[in-house]
């Protein structure tokens, strides 16, 4: 059973950073998409980023891009998201997520509508002064 576990979140002030780590159980990263999303309080989920398994091909949301760097450890098992130069707007929950069937690429319509196979349990990211 595929299955994620989410931790490295937490408070940080504006322009700091930090890692979130996701450890896959179930598979093997070469077989999964692994993609990034995150929900502002009182807004709607989006994707941030994303890794496709095939060509290690990446994504980013424009508004991250620069400032986030997605990444995998393959002997860890373990997908990451490098958050750099945090805003306050980047506070939210932050879930990782992964799928078997996106291995050619991996921003097309699933991602973009938060449809991924298999969801972590979510880890809190604050910006504030």
């Known amino acids: 059973q595929l299955q994620l576990t989410e931790s490295g979140g937490g408070s940080v002030q504006p322009g700091g950073s930090l890692r979130l780590s996701c450890e896959v159980s179930?598979?093997?990263?070469?077989?999964?998409?692994i993609g990034w999303f995150r929900q502002a309080p009182g807004k709607e989920r989006e994707g941030v980023s994303c890794?496709?398994?095939?060509?290690?091909?990446?994504y980013y949301k424009d508004s991250v891009e620069g400032r986030f760097t997605i990444s995998r450890d393959f002997a860890k098992n373990t997908g990451y998201l490098e958050m750099n130069d945090l805003k306050p707007e980047d506070t939210g929950v932050y879930y990782c997520?992964?799928?078997?069937?996106?291995?050619?690429?991996?921003?097309?319509?699933?991602?973009?509508?938060?449809?991924?196979?298999?969801w972590g349990q979510g880890i809190q990211v604050t910006v504030s002064s």
């Open positions: 997520a992964a799928d078997p069937t996106q291995i050619y690429y991996c921003s097309g319509y699933i991602f973009r509508n938060n449809a991924y196979e298999s």
């Open positions: 890794i496709a398994p095939s060509d290690n091909s990446t």
């Open positions: 179930g598979r093997t990263l070469d077989d999964v998409a």
